[in-house]
Each structure stands twice: as structure tokens, then as C-alpha cells.
């Protein structure tokens, strides 16, 4: 069980990544059913600061004796090259020792394997960043054209958001998908799915950077059972077609259809782990029409068909 977090901290630290970590970790959500996370921040000395690559300070609450008991121990991302002092590493030997799940976001997996923990394993990071990391430690097995790797008792994942996907795939792992739906739906993201236990995604679902199109992916959401076209979008908008396709690619790096057929998946996903509904009637709640579009879009995003992905994660959950 996922109870106790600690997420180590150092000089060259990277805001957003370790952000990442507070939001789906730190933050109490018990009041809409979020399990609590005994959440500990961990650096060299408890109560000295630590550097960011932007200037600011960090004051870490613990110290890495924190780390000690914790079921999950995060790298967050750190400026490559900088010194990971030895007693970051010496924590991180110690935890990945006892069996503590490791994670790292983004350049965080450098520390990692400066522990000398990961040797040999699978593992990913921000794709500007690869071939520093093979160059480094050749005995990685490195993939840079994914999201995150779930290795076990190592994740990995590829730069910035890529953390939020890894992170989410971590508790939805470990506490189901309606905690992971939860903590998606207040960090206004959607929960990334996969089916199987080693996934490698090859993109998010993307979306909206501007406020404009807030109310249009909301709507969207809530009606995937209905067969949109892009003139229904474009009318809702109050837009032309046109105009609308080359915002929403703008602001969201997909199409309208391409979002739609994402969340109908995920959607698919859920009802497959939490109800016992037929192919046809998960396909025509989801909005694909036919068990036969929805296995086809189903493989396509998560890798395994719909029946595969409910035994497992039935048999799991």
C-alpha cells in the first residue's frame, strides 16, 4: 500500500518536476475520498535550504533518515551535472535495498544511477537528455520516445509534464482508478491509462493551455457518448470549423477528434475495470458505436484489447 512518500531534494533542483510531486502527493484530498499521504520532503540537513535552477530555496522538513521508511522514495528533476552529495545517493542505495518503489521525473533518474541502483534496467527521460544519460551509463536500457516506463519498483519518466503522467500512473496502480481519476480531475488533467504492468505511452491526452477552450473540453467530456463531428464542436464554440481546428491544435498539439477518441478510451477504461457491461454497451457509453471501434481504438492507445485489460485490472482491483 502507497502511505508514506518522500520526495529527496538537493541544490540544482528543478520547481516545476518537484511541484509535480507536491500536487499529486502533498496535498490533502481527503474530503473527496483521496487515501492520506504521510508526505515528507527530505534533503541533505533538515531545515537547510536547498538551491532551485531558478534562483529560489527549498526548505526541506526532514532529513534523508525520512527516507528510510518510506514506500515510495521520488527523485524530482535536478540540473545535470550538478553534484548529487553522497548522502542523497547513500538514501537512495538505502531505500532501493529494503524494496522501496523509486521514481524519478525526468533528469531525476541521473541521481538514480549515479546510486548505482538501476543498473541495467529499463528507463526513460526528457528526450533532449538520452544520449547524455547512455553516454553516462551505457548499461541503461533507454527509451526517450516515451512517457514514462513502469519497470516494477522503478518508474521513470521523460521531462516536465511527463511526471504528472508517471505520477498518476503510480497511484491508479496502487490505489485504483477512482483515486487517480480523483487527483486528475482537481489538477484539471486527465489521468493517464495503460494495461499491463511494463507500459510505455507513447503521448498524453492533451490539454487546453487557454481558458477559451476550458468550457469546450468540459463539455466534451461529459457528452462522449454522443457522435460529435467537428461542426458540432465548431458550433458549440461558436467558431468556424476551420478556425476551430487550428486553435484547438494550437493549444491542446492534437486534434478535436483525436482528444475525443483519447478520452473515450480512458472512459472505456474505467467502466471495463468498475462495471460488468458488455463490449457493446461499454462501446456505445464511450461513443465509439461497436465493440469492433472500440478494440480497434482501444489497441491502438493502450496496447491490449478491452477483454485483456479487464482481466487484469478486475482481477487486480
Known amino acids: 500500500m502507497l502511505r508514506t512518500v518522500?520526495?529527496?531534494?538537493?541544490?540544482g533542483l528543478a520547481p516545476f518536476e518537484f511541484g509535480v510531486v507536491c500536487e499529486v502527493f502533498g496535498l490533502d484530498r481527503t474530503e473527496q475520498g483521496v487515501p492520506p499521504f504521510d508526505f515528507r520532503v527530505c534533503g541533505p540537513h533538515a531545515g537547510e535550504p536547498v538551491t532551485t535552477s531558478v534562483g529560489a530555496q527549498v526548505l526541506p522538513a526532514h532529513g534523508l533518515d525520512a527516507t528510510d521508511d518510506a514506500d515510495l522514495v521520488v527523485v524530482p528533476a535536478i540540473r545535470i551535472g550538478t553534484h548529487y552529495p553522497e548522502e542523497v545517493l547513500d538514501?537512495?542505495?538505502?531505500?532501493?535495498?529494503?524494496?522501496?518503489?523509486?521514481?524519478?521525473?525526468?533528469s531525476g533518474v541521473f541521481v538514480l544511477a549515479a546510486a548505482g541502483v538501476i543498473g541495467g534496467r529499463r528507463v526513460t527521460?526528457?528526450?533532449?537528455?538520452?544520449?547524455?544519460?547512455?553516454?553516462?551509463?551505457?548499461?541503461?536500457?533507454?527509451?526517450?520516445d516515451v512517457l514514462f516506463v513502469d519497470d516494477g519498483d522503478l518508474i521513470t519518466s521523460a521531462g516536465t509534464a511527463a511526471g504528472i503522467d508517471a505520477c498518476l500512473h503510480l497511484v491508479r496502480r496502487e490505489l485504483g482508478p477512482r483515486?487517480?481519476?480523483?487527483i486528475a480531475r482537481r489538477m484539471v488533467v486527465p489521468p493517464q491509462r495503460e494495461g499491463g504492468q511494463r507500459q510505455f505511452v507513447e503521448r498524453p491526452v492533451p490539454t487546453a493551455d487557454a481558458d477559451s477552450f476550458a468550457e469546450l473540453l468540459d463539455w466534451m467530456a461529459e457528452h462522449l457518448d454522443r457522435p460529435l463531428t467537428v461542426r458540432d464542436l465548431a458550433a458549440r464554440a461558436s467558431t468556424s470549423e476551420r478556425s476551430l481546428a487550428r486553435a484547438f491544435v494550437a493549444q491542446t498539439g492534437t486534434t478535436p477528434l483525436a482528444w475525443l477518441n483519447a478520452q473515450r478510451v480512458a472512459h472505456a477504461q474505467s467502466l471495463l475495470e468498475e462495471t460488468r457491461l458488455d463490449l457493446e454497451d461499454v462501446a456505445r457509453r464511450c461513443g465509439f458505436g461497436s465493440a469492433a471501434l472500440l478494440?480497434?481504438?482501444?489497441?491502438?492507445?493502450?496496447?491490449?484489447?478491452?477483454?485483456?485489460?479487464?482481466?487484469?485490472?478486475?482481477h487486480a482491483a
Open 125 to 144: 527521460t526528457h528526450w533532449l537528455h538520452a544520449d547524455e544519460l547512455r553516454r553516462q551509463h551505457p548499461g541503461l536500457d533507454i527509451d526517450p
Open 295 to 314: 478494440r480497434h481504438h482501444f489497441r491502438r492507445v493502450v496496447g491490449v484489447s478491452p477483454t485483456e485489460f479487464r482481466h487484469t485490472f478486475r
Open 6 to 11: 518522500a520526495v529527496v531534494v538537493s541544490d
Open 179 to 182: 483515486v487517480a481519476n480523483t
Open 91 to 106: 538514501a537512495l542505495r538505502r531505500a532501493a535495498a529494503r524494496g522501496a518503489t523509486l521514481l524519478s521525473v525526468c
